[in-house]
């Protein structure tokens, strides 16, 4: 699948943390690490490929354990140690700045790397990102007390609240699965620079990806600057 897309494992076949394109130079103005949502895999995301890369950014497409061909069980632990080793061997072959872009179930992953400590970052982009999985989960199955009883808890608001890079948030103002209240409980916890984008008339999955939309390009240099 990801040679048919012209994509290639990336940092080596045998033992691959993401994708990145085949034809991908060498660009000057940093590396955009993406940390897709919980469908799919990362071969569905090449539309940020194609959007990044003419905008002079180098991407890695993160894929998680557990999903594609990747070998073992997701779990918040798991995918945030995981998406600290992705972005450590990010900066050991591509060097500075390091960009995080996290939709949906990766807005968590980024800000548990953020939360870490162990990587610089430059700016991070979230994508219809949550408070905390516990107030998402609460809200879906609040008879079950949902909130007390989920394992992986996520909790963006804890993680970012020491975070002092750029935030963009993009929000699908008719959100089905993330209602807005838990995305801008999380923007309105942000204490560091930070900026919204809201999408009108979107979804949870069909926020406007089209590479000419000139949001890219804002959003990216709200968060190089």
């Known amino acids: ?12 076949t045998d033992n691959y943390l993401g994708l990145i394109s085949k034809s991908s130079q060498t660009n000057g103005k940093g590396t955009v690490i993406v940390f897709h949502g919980n469908a799919g895999s990362a071969t569905d995301r090449t539309y940020y490929l194609d959007a990044l890369e003419k905008l002079g950014y180098r991407v890695i497409l993160a894929e998680y354990p557990g999903y594609a061909a990747r070998n073992g069980a997701p779990s918040e632990s798991a995918l945030i140690s995981d998406g600290i080793q992705t972005a450590k061997q ?33 700016g991070i982009v979230l994508v219809t990102p949550f408070s905390s999985m516990a107030d998402v989960a609460q809200h879906h199955y609040w008879y079950f007390f949902a909130k007390w009883l989920i394992r992986d808890k996520f909790d963006n608001i804890k993680n970012l609240q020491n975070y002092s890079g750029n935030t963009a948030v993009l929000l699908a103002e008719q959100d089905e699965i993330i209602p807005n209240k838990y995305s801008l409980k999380l923007f309105e916890s942000l204490h560091h620079r930070k900026k919204i984008w809201t999408f009108k008339d979107a979804g949870h999955n069909s926020l406007p990806m089209n590479q000419a939309l000139p949001w890219w390009q804002e959003v990216m240099q709200f968060v190089t600057d």
């Open 1 to 12: 699948m990801a040679d048919q897309a012209n994509l290639k494992l990336w940092p080596s």
């Open 90 to 122: 990010a900066l050991n072959d591509f060097g500075e700045p390091v960009f995080l872009w996290g939709e949906s179930l990766g807005s968590g992953v980024v800000g548990g790397i953020v939360q870490s400590g162990q990587v610089p970052v430059k």
